[in-house]
């Protein structure tokens, strides 16, 4: 880190962070403890799901601290390695991580009539026990453009199997001068292929 990093509270993100956390000792204390929470093997740490407003202002109160906020969204639908993978480095570009998920009317009108195959519920409950999650917020709509709107992270992360034209999230963030990241992807591994490969296996493992 260099001495103007030392001074303005910049990071690997390239996002500086406000003075106070530089000068104000219990700031930096919160900084500190929010990663330690991250890095410990606590375990029984447990996210929280918030509505809308109350993850905007927990939003508000994290930024005030100093602190990165980081937003991504997804269904979420059968939680696997690459999510796993995905979550763990969005939440590395910042101090606190938030996720939009998809509610089960969204997911259908996004996936199909035979999705999701958890419901909000139990994906919810999922994500949260998540040491890299901190908040879980659920949405309707076919994107999280109205979330971030609301919540205003400093960081807007997409996974790497993210095809589609540029999020209109990632427009709005950055139109604030907030960061769009792309994260890393594995391939070969998405719900579908896990939900493609039950079914192929079940006359094997359930024969008729």
Request: net charge neutral; glycine share 6%.
């Amino acid at each position: 880190m260099s001495s103007d990093d030392a001074v303005t509270g910049n990071d690997r993100t390239g996002i500086p962070r406000s003075p106070d956390v530089a000068r104000n000792p219990l700031s930096r204390t919160h900084h500190e403890k929010t990663r330690d929470r991250y890095q410990s093997d606590d375990r029984s740490w447990s996210g929280s799901v918030l509505s809308l407003a109350d993850a905007t202002k927990r939003a508000a109160e994290y930024r005030r601290d100093g602190l990165l906020v980081v937003f991504t969204n997804g269904c979420f639908d059968l939680l696997h390695r690459g999510h796993v993978q995905y979550l763990r480095e969005a939440r590395a570009l910042g101090d606190v991580l938030i996720v939009g998920l998809n509610s089960d009317v969204s997911v259908t009108r996004l996936k199909g009539s035979n999705r999701p195959i958890m419901k909000i519920d139990d994906r919810a409950a999922v994500l949260t026990a998540l040491r890299t999650v901190d908040h879980v917020v659920v949405f309707d709509d076919a994107t999280a453009a109205s979330l971030v709107e609301a919540i205003q992270p400093q960081v807007y992360v997409k996974g790497g199997d993210y095809h589609s034209t540029y999020p209109p999230e990632a427009k709005i963030v950055e139109r604030y001068g907030g960061e769009f990241h792309v994260v890393s992807h594995i391939e070969g591994i998405s719900t579908t292929k896990v939900i493609d490969s039950i079914r192929s296996s079940l006359p094997k493992i359930i024969p008729r």
